[in-house]
């Protein structure tokens, strides 16, 4: 079950209405980024359908989205490898709805593996859920109500693909297909009434995903290399995909917003002298 939290003491910085009337459709909704995503879209007065491959996670964590904010949000199971479960999913949706104004794709599988070590399938499954599961939530959502109602598509990529990361083939490769997928999409669905946009995250505290790549091993002297000098949190994220779902926002198209402090234009990113690092040998040994 979802042990998630609401945050505390939420500091508005937009007006609480902002999205009233709206409803968002997450992927991986359910925990870490996406659930804290939710409840700031719901803070601001739109409804949610929160989506993951595990219904008891979703189940748990909307009750917990709809007591703390006092909007609606419905849980589905959705597969974003199997498209049948997605358009049930979208019909379910619109079934309760009648409208998705607002489509986040967040769900992605990662972890850490040097290249040599991945197997054909690890790749192949990493590249399933990321890249082919945010084309097959983004044409089902635009084929079912976007097509002809417009709405705003934001698809939750990362900062590995920028310089080439260690350990990230499969994860940075992924990425990058959803980022060029975003400018061609933007390209074609604008006429529709569509923006697509992505959001990269750098490291973000309290998730899984910094738990899986190494987020015990953070230093302060890491910490100390970013402009902004803090890592950033789930709420940081959440506010900027408010910011660019909201008016203030209506030119945004085909690009990338990247909430990471800086991080990518300043961490060390030599392969072979991360080798040699104790802290990274001890990653590595793990493996």
Sequence with gaps: MSDESLIHDYRYIFQKDVLRG????????????????????????????????????????????????????????????????????????????????????????????????????????????????????????????????????INITATLSFRGQHLQTHAGSAKAAIEAMTKHLAVEWGPNGVRMMCVAPGPIADTEGMRRLGGDKITDAFIKSIPVQRLGKREDIGNTVLYIVSPAAELLTGTTVIPDGGEFLTSQNNYWALKNNPVFKQLISKM
């Excluded at 909007?71 to 619109?94: G, N, S, W």
């Design 22 to 153: 709206k409803v968002a459709f997450i992927t991986g909704g359910g925990t870490g980024i996406g659930f804290t995503i939710a409840e700031i879209l719901m803070r601001h007065g739109c409804d949610t359908v929160i989506a993951s491959r595990r219904l008891d996670v979703v189940k748990n964590s909307a009750e917990k989205l709809s007591k703390g904010t006092g909007q609606k949000c419905l849980p589905l199971q959705v597969d974003v490898r199997k498209p049948e479960t997605i358009t049930k999913a979208v019909d379910e949706a619109l079934g309760q709805f009648k409208h998705i104004d607002i489509l986040v794709n967040n769900a992605a599988g990662n972890f850490l593996c040097p290249a040599e070590n991945l197997s054909f399938n690890a790749f192949k499954t990493v590249m399933e859920i990321d890249a082919h599961g945010t084309f097959n939530v983004s044409k089902a959502v635009f084929d079912k109500y976007m097509k002809s109602n417009g709405g705003v598509i």
